[in-house]
């Protein structure tokens, strides 16, 4: 089974903090993704990365940043936390190529809260 | 045109009805069209996929039904029992890997059967 695991369940932090959201994947899959998820608007895609070193800006990138260093590990850093990013965050992976590129896997989500 | 439209935005269904959840595209360069299922705490996972050659997809209770003309497709749930109570997300993804293999997501359809 994949398994996509994030760092932190639930996570409290003050504004202005520079926050660390961690994902890693156990499958070798190419592609990494991070979502952010608010009611009634879904999900929206902050950045993603097809290869290591890689990274695209999503629909949504300001306020964030990303790191991917080893394939199997994708950071999401919000570099100075505000209130307005308080959200549900998901990592996702997918295997990449052209065999079944397109599924999905997501992680269980970090609930973030900025006060 | 790369917006996925889902509607409704919530669902109240009876014990053993029939949900049925709708999305359109403008996007005909789409070419895989999921749904995805999220339980409260988990991460949304794959239910069931269908690519534009065909026109319906089964599997046990859960059906999608795609219009290419159209530009539609939708989620049915038969015989829906009270464990199906999720939020559903329909989406859509062009091509392989890269950018091109990124999913556009609708904002959900909460469903709620009641007993």
């Known amino acids: 089974d994949v398994k996509v695991t994030q760092s932190s369940r639930y996570l409290v932090k003050r504004t202005g903090e520079k926050v660390f959201l961690e994902c890693v994947q156990d499958?070798?899959?190419?592609?990494m993704f991070w979502y952010r998820q608010d009611p009634g608007l879904g999900l929206r895609l902050i950045y993603f990365?097809?290869?290591?070193?890689?990274?695209e800006k999503g629909d949504i990138p300001e306020g964030y940043s990303v790191s991917r260093e080893k394939k199997e590990r994708f950071s999401l850093i919000l570099e100075s936390a505000s209130t307005n990013q308080t959200s549900m965050y998901l990592c996702?992976?997918?295997?990449?190529?052209?065999?079944?590129?397109?599924?999905?896997?997501f992680g269980p989500g970090t609930r973030l809260t900025v006060t | 045109q790369q917006q996925v439209k889902q509607s409704p935005q919530s669902l109240i269904v009876q014990k053993g009805g029939i949900s049925i959840i709708n999305c359109a595209y403008e996007?005909?360069?789409?070419?895989?069209f999921p749904w995805y299922q999220q339980f409260p705490g988990k991460g949304p996972a794959l239910l069931i996929a269908i690519r534009p050659d065909v026109s319906e997809k089964k599997e046990g209770r859960f059906t999608i039904s795609f219009n290419k003309s159209a530009k539609q497709f939708s989620l049915h749930i038969m015989d829906s029992q009270p464990g199906d109570s999720a939020t559903y997300f329909c989406a859509a993804s062009i091509g392989y890997g890269g950018s091109q293999g990124n999913l556009i997501f609708g904002k959900g359809t909460k469903l709620s059967v009641k007993p």
């Open positions: 996702a992976s997918s295997l990449g190529g052209q065999v079944s590129p397109y599924e999905q896997y």
């Open positions: 499958m070798d899959h190419e592609n």
């Open positions: 996007n005909t360069a789409f070419d895989y």
């Open positions: 990365s097809y290869d290591v070193k890689m990274k």
